[in-house]
T-cell receptor, first 116, second 113 residues
């Protein structure tokens, strides 16, 4: 059973299109994240939700909109895609409440987005 | 703010060589420290962690000790294998407030037979 699963794994699309990436975790965690990894492998936090509430919203273009229908799911919708959006997007989850301290994040396998 | 600084790569070693990847951090309070590994084409996997000063994390022959006095968490392995070739990320996570992982820039390790 995959703990954190993302779909699609690969996405190739044209500039100007709108696309979504979905993420689901079956670990029972209360917090989920989206990270962006650029071509130099640098990882940057984009958003974080705790029990469906947005708690981290970094300086990201408002073309990016996260949605958390329940605490096991966190989707990322991107409007009007641009060339610079090409990257690998990673979903992650963690258990924060009652954990006794800052534990590790569990990551999905990533969704590689290529904008042409 | 919080930050993590790693040595730049790539680091190229021969099989069975000793590995050190330096990591230092800046943070208020007492963060937890982590090393994640990313094999080619895959996601990030936790390699090891330490949650308080002087803790030593270890896994698969890798070790790192949380040194508060030098704000460091250097990764070491006594004898690397070709299969250790990957990108290694040092990261910190605070216990309060904004609790996302803050990553270093990653260090690519290439091990040659």
């Amino acid at each position: 059973d995959t703990a954190v699963s993302q779909t699609p794994k690969y996405l190739v699309t044209q500039m100007g299109n709108d696309k979504s990436i979905k993420c689901e975790q079956n670990l029972g965690h209360d917090t989920m994240y989206w990270y962006k990894q650029d071509s130099k492998k640098f990882l940057k936090i984009m958003f974080s939700y705790n029990n469906k509430e947005l708690i981290i919203n970094e300086t990201v273009p408002n073309r990016f909109s996260p949605k958390s229908p329940d605490k096991a799911h966190l989707n990322l919708h991107i409007n009007s895609l641009e060339l610079g959006d090409s990257a690998v997007y990673f979903c992650a989850s963690s258990q924060d409440s009652g954990s006794g301290g800052p534990g590790e994040l569990f990551f999905g396998e990533g969704s590689r987005l290529t904008v042409l | 703010g919080n930050s993590v600084t790693q040595m730049e790569g790539p680091v190229t070693l021969s099989e069975e060589a000793f590995l050190t990847i330096n990591c230092t951090y800046t943070a208020t309070g007492y963060p937890s420290l982590f090393w994640y590994v990313q094999y080619p084409g895959e996601g990030l996997q936790l390699l090891l962690k330490a949650t308080k000063a002087d803790d030593k994390g270890s896994n698969k022959g890798f070790e790192a000790t949380y040194r508060k006095e030098t704000t460091s968490f250097h990764l070491e392995k006594g004898s690397v294998q070709v299969s250790d070739s990957a990108v290694y990320f040092c990261a910190l996570r605070k216990g309060t407030g904004r609790r996302a992982l803050t990553f270093g820039s990653g260090t690519r390790l290439q091990v040659q037979p």
